[in-house]
């Protein structure tokens, strides 16, 4: 299961995977594993060596002695099929987007392009470095989203692909 | 002494740098583009002035807007920090110009200093050794081979004009010589306006050394070297002094070798030099012409204001101290936290920091450009502040700053901290076997899995959610069974939403 976890206005992209007896949890590359028990009034999860006991009211997680002011958004059951996921099925057409805000310094492809998976689609600039936006399948872009010198936000859309065989180059 | 000192930079440096001013009873002017106008470092000064675009080089690297702003607001004198226009000999010069004092070196030693060739020949001539190399630009991938070859690999390309670690590239085989000089080329090129290449030695399992020299016109003081040998592509990360592999016979010939290179230079105020250590011998790298960005551990364990020396000298006021008087107590080391995320490849991550909490104890010292409700910006440095901290010796202050990194609380962005906290764990790091490519050596990065206490409680709350059936039931969820006092609930909730970015999402009762 994937969803968006907003929790005091800070953004994850959450992937959890049932395991035996708890979970994995995947945050933005991060992985913890949980046993969680849920009660009538709270949840107690243990991850590691650590005891969380929560309380769900509302938009609110009780934590402890903190309060934290939750979102939840965009649930999908698929794994693996979200923002960053690996692409299915020819034809297809995918979103790319950014994983980070920037400027986007260079755009490599225009709509028509035949691209491989993993070719440089745009070339983002944030603090100094440049990051490079891959097609994430063989394909043609559709449509590019972006132009050259613009600034743009995380998990914006730069281009979209149609996925299929590459023409032979 | 002047009155009026504009401070032409940003963030943690130039806090850092209207702290001394201030405490001097200098007026300071600070300066902001469009991105910066709710940064933290126009709070710390007397007065700032706008001086254009987000982009680099609109406002912080324009020149003239620099200058404009310095006139408006009738300063006498400009602090450029380091990065920026802080080694550009052009906008010292034209500072004199218009009759503004330069706080930093004249601009011909520093022209001399910023080209690496002509660095390396005038420390050559001063008799300091220098690694093995060739002391003219390359003109072409023949003329790279035959070098390569008499000096043997694995080579590395420099730019002429580079810094900043910025256009280096290491070769190991004849046959990938040729794409990396071109590629080298073009990323200097692109970086300096200027594609020229020399090459050196590469040094295997080396140290990076660094000695901190202050001169005015008659005295010169070399300090304590400081380690900077935990880096990740050529950005240094961890800087710590005395470093572990120095010894006492080592230590006098580095002060001296770098007072007397940067006298030679004909130097004035604070500089670096910076040498390779390698097989017991140090050869000369190169020198960084400004106050460094690990100048606080250096100042933590000689009790010397670097900044207030640097204004003093600048105004023609002359060193406080000499090298005799100088003293050192105990150990001291610095992680500079970047917004960047070490489990994602270091991924820069600019956003908004929804809550920002220091550690706080002796011995340790935050310089720091952000605070809760301060926005990072993507167009420049990743680095939001440094992590400084100082005891009686080596082991003590990891110890220290093991217990500091757990105690920073950053929200809103990813930082590096989680990169530091796997690093001081490490056994090399620990008996202090260092060496420039330790971070990527060692795969530290890669081993990272979580991000610290508070990443661990988001995926508390995920579990949470998901095993009560919260998520499965949409993205809202009903209130039922108010457990908590409903007043306490109400007060809460007031004070998240009341105060806008400047509350702490953390409450404690």
Known sequence: MRFRLDVDGERREIEVEPIAGGFVIRIDGATYRARARPHADFVD?????????????GNEAIL????????????????????????????????????????????????GTHVRRGQTLVILEAMKMQNEIPAPGDGVVRQVAVAEGETITADRVVASIELGAPAAS | MFRRLLIANRGEIAIRVARTAREMGVHCIGVYSEADRGALHRAAMDETVAIGGPLPADSYLHIAHVLQAAHD???????????????????????AEEGLVFVGPPPDAMALSGDKIAARKSMARLGVPVTAGVDRSLESVEEARAVAAEIGYPVLFKATAGGGGIGMSRVDRPADLAAAFESARSVALANFGNADLFMEKYLRRARHVEVQVLLDSRDGVGFVEREC????????????????????????????TAVRGLRGLGYRNAGTVEFLLHDGQYTFNEVNARLQVEHPITELVTGVDLVRQQIRIAAGDG??????????HGHAMECRVNAEDPIRNFLPSPGRIVSYREPTGSGVRIDSGVTTGSVVPPYYDPLIAKLIVHTRNRGETIQRMRRSIEAYEIRGVQTNLP?????????????????????????????LRSRGPWEERVAAIAAALVASGQVARGATFPIERPSVAKWALVGRRERLEGGGHAVSPRRRR
């Open chain 1, 45 to 57: 999860v243990r991850i590691g060596a650590k005891q969380y006991r929560l309380r769900v009211q």
């Open chain 1, 64 to 111: 402890g002695d903190e309060v934290h002011r939750l979102r939840i958004a965009d649930v999908s059951e698929e794994r693996g099929a979200g923002i960053e996921g690996r692409p299915t099925g020819k034809g297809a057409v995918v979103d790319v987007r950014s994983s980070m805000p920037g400027r986007v310094v260079r755009v490599a492809v225009a709509a």
């Open chain 2, 73 to 95: 607001s009738h300063a006498d004198a400009i602090h450029p920090g380091y990065g920026f226009l802080s080694e550009n000999p052009t906008f010292a010069t034209r500072c």
């Open chain 2, 229 to 256: 040998s935990v880096q990740r592509r050529h950005q240094k990360l961890v800087e710590e002094t005395p470093s572990p592999g120095v010894g006492r016979s080592l230590r006098s010939r580095l002060i001296d």
């Open chain 2, 319 to 328: 060193l406080e101290i000499s090298q005799s008087e100088l003293t050192r």
């Open chain 2, 419 to 447: 990169f530091h906290r796997e690093l001081l764990r490490r056994r090399e790091f620990v008996h202090g076997d260092l060496w420039t490519t330790m971070v990527a050596d060692l795969r530290i990065a890669a081993r």
